[in-house]
C-alpha cells in the first residue's frame, strides 16, 4: 500500500462513520448498530468522544490530525471514515450537540453550547482535513499497521482480535490473513494472541449463567476483560497436561480436542468469576491473575478445577442430547399392556433413531465450522428429515473439500481454474476427482473410495443434493436419503480422523 498524503478539506456533513470500524464488533454482534446515529452515540458512550469535545473546546481543533478516508461512491461526494471516528463524531457532535438528546450526555447540550469558545469552534470544524485513500484494502493494512502496534491510541486486545476476525473469510489461515492485510511486520503469534483473547471473550459473552448485573458489568467492560489472566493459565502446560489444551488454530478458531463443549463452557464460567467477581474470596483464596508465580497454588488451583469438572453433571459431549437407539422418538403405533394392579395402560412402540453421521464418528478439532456441522448430523434422523439430511449432507461434503483442498496446498490451482468459481461445489467435486491421486497419498484404498463417491455426486445424486432441482412432482424417497448418507460415511471416515489438531 502506497499512502496518499494529498490532504484536502471537506466538510464533516460529507464524511460518514465507518459501519465496520473494529470498535463496533461488539456491538455489531448484538444487532445494536441500526443508523448511523446509533454509531455515533456508541463511540460517544464507549470510547471518549466527549473527552475530544472538551479538548476541542478548550485548545481548537488541531489540523495536523488528518482524518483518513476513502470514498463512499465513485464520484467521491461523500466518504467514509476509516481512521478518525472518535475525532469526526466529536466534530459532528460540536456541529449538532441536540445529537445527545435522549441519552446519559444529553445534559452537555447546554454545557457545549454555552462554552465560550463554542461559536468559533463551530466554525472552525465544519470543514476539517482529510486523507483520502483509494479503497477499503488500503484502510484494512493502514489501520492493522497502526491499532495493533504501540501507537497513540490502541486498539484493546479485544478489538485488535475481533478486526482479525472480521477479516476472516472460511478456509482462511491467520497466516494468510497476515499476507492479505500486507502487514508482515505484525508477528503471527501476536496476531494468534489477540485472536484468542477476542474468541474467548466472545465465548464468555455468550454464556447463559450471569446474573443481569453480571452480563451488564461484562457487556460494559468488553475491552476490559481479564482475558489475558484466563490465557495466562489455559496456556500452561500444567493445565494441558491436567484439564486438557484449549488453543487457536490455524483458522482463527478455538478448539479443545480433550474437552467438550459443556466442559468448556463450565471451564470458562470458574475462570470467568475467579478473575472478575471476587466476592467471598478470603486473603488466602487463589485469585486468577496474570500474577501467576506461586506455583504451588497453581497446581491446586487447577487440580481443583479438574476435579469440579468431572464432579460436575456434564451433558454427553458436545452438548449433544443422545437418545438411546432402543428409546427414541416413538411410532404412532400403540400396544396395550397390563400392569401389576389389572389396569390397562398405553404404551408407546419404540423405533430405530437412524443418524445422518454414527455416534462415534471422529470429531474434526480444526475447523469449528465442521465440527458443527458433524454435530448437527449426529443429531439429525433421516427418516424422520430427509431434506434437511441431504441439505446437511451436502454442506459437509463442501466444506470438507474446501478445507482439505487448502490443507494440501491446491487452493491456487483450483482458482486457477475455476476462477471466481472455484469454490462452487459441482467444481470442488471435478477438481477432487480429478486430483485425487494429490488430495489421498496415504490410503489406495480410500483413493478408490473417496473417487467412487465423488463420482456418484456428480452423477446419479447431482440432482439429489440440489434439491431446487429435484423432481418437483416425486417426493425424496428413502433409498435415495439413504444412498447419500452412505456416501457421506465412507466420505467422512477418511478425512474426519485426518483433520484433528
Known sequence: MFLNNNVV?????????DPENPRLIGFIENKALKKPRDI??????????????????????????????????????????????????????????????GTAYSNMIDKIKNHKNYKVIKDSVRKINVVI????????????????????????????????VSKLSTGTSLSELRVNLNISEIKINQIQRVVLFFRLASEILRLTCWSPEERQFLEKNKDELKIESIIRLIQSKLFSEVVGCIKINEFGEIVHPQINKQQFKFILEVLTRDSHFLE????????????????????????????????????????????????????????????????????????????????????????????????????????????????????????TLKLWIKNKGLEKILTKEYKERAFDFNNLLIFANKNIDLLICDDQDAKKAIRQVTNSLLT???????????????????SEVSHIKDKLHTFCAYFLPRMID
Not at 84 to 92: F, I, W
Open 460 to 478: 446419479s445424486q447431482k440432482e439429489i443434493l440440489n434439491l431446487t432441482n429435484h423432481n418437483d412432482i416425486s417426493i425424496l424417497s428413502e
Open 280 to 399: 467471598g474470596k478470603s486473603e488466602g483464596d487463589f485469585i486468577l491473575s496474570t500474577r501467576q508465580e506461586n506455583k504451588g497454588k497453581l497446581k491446586d488451583y487447577i487440580e481443583k478445577l479438574k476435579a469440579d469438572l468431572e464432579s460436575t453433571e456434564l451433558d454427553a459431549p458436545d452438548l449433544i442430547e443422545f437418545v438411546d437407539d432402543n428409546h427414541s422418538d416413538l411410532e404412532l403405533e400403540s400396544v396395550i399392556t397390563t400392569n401389576e394392579s389389572n389396569s390397562s395402560i398405553i404404551r408407546k412402540k419404540p423405533r430405530q433413531w437412524d443418524r445422518l453421521l454414527p455416534k462415534d464418528i471422529v470429531m474434526p478439532s480444526n475447523s469449528q465450522k465442521l465440527e458443527s456441522l458433524v454435530v448437527e448430523a449426529i443429531k439429525l434422523d433421516v427418516k424422520k428429515y430427509p431434506y434437511s439430511a441431504s441439505l446437511l449432507a451436502r454442506s459437509i461434503f463442501e466444506v
Open 133 to 164: 485513500l483509494n479503497n477499503r484494502d488500503d484502510a484494512e493494512t493502514y489501520k492493522a499497521l497502526k491499532h495493533t502496534r504501540q501507537t497513540i491510541k490502541s486498539w484493546s486486545p479485544y478489538t485488535q482480535g475481533g478486526y482479525f
Open 9 to 17: 478539506s471537506r466538510a464533516v456533513a460529507t464524511l460518514e462513520l
Open 40 to 101: 455515533l452515540l456508541t463511540l460517544t458512550l464507549n470510547y471518549d468522544v466527549l473527552d475530544i469535545c472538551n479538548s476541542i473546546l478548550s485548545n481548537g481543533y488541531y489540523p495536523e490530525f488528518n482524518i483518513v478516508t476513502i470514498p463512499k461512491d465513485p464520484e467521491g461526494r461523500k466518504l467514509i471514515v476509516v481512521e478518525g471516528n472518535r475525532r469526526t463524531s466529536a466534530c459532528k457532535i460540536l456541529l449538532k450537540p441536540e445529537l445527545l438528546s
